[in-house]
Nanobody, 124 residues
Framework: QVQLEESGGGLVQAGGSLRLSCAASGRTFSTYAMGWFRQAPGKEREFVAAISWISTTYYADSVKGRFTMSRVNAKNTVYLQMNSLKPEDTAIYYC??????????????????WGQGTQVTVSA
């Protein structure tokens, strides 16, 4: 069973940048898609970005052009570079591993392993 641990969250002013990391341990994740989701207070968890095992990426419309997801399989790590941050990006950010190798879902239910999350707060 793989374990996921996010890091890199924090407090930043609007317009700033943060880079989130998600490190996997327990086994290699190189053949699985990975995703980033976020949950703001009082809202449902929502899709942010996903990356296939060959690094094809998908983004929610709300973050396209501002966020970039990447992975380094040799390090069992995925990243989320977040630029031009807005107050509405404030949320707990979670990384997750897809349940089936080869698929690149954008739906929460198709991810089987989740990290504990990291808080991102963007001040106006």
């Amino acid at each position: 069973q793989v374990q996921l641990e996010e890091s890199g969250g924090g407090l930043v002013q609007a317009g700033g940048s943060l880079r989130l990391s998600c490190a996997a341990s327990g086994r290699t994740f190189s053949t699985y898609a990975m995703g980033w989701f976020r949950q703001a207070p009082g809202k449902e968890r929502e899709f942010v970005a996903a990356i296939s095992w060959i690094s094809t990426t998908y983004y929610a419309d709300s973050v396209k052009g501002r966020f970039t997801m990447s992975r380094v399989n040799a390090k069992n790590t995925v990243y989320l570079q977040m630029n031009s941050l807005k107050p509405e990006d404030t949320a707990i950010y979670y990384c997750a591993e897809a349940s089936s190798p080869g698929s690149v879902p954008q739906t929460m239910g198709l991810y089987g392993v989740w990290g504990q999350g990291t808080q991102v707060t963007v001040s106006a």
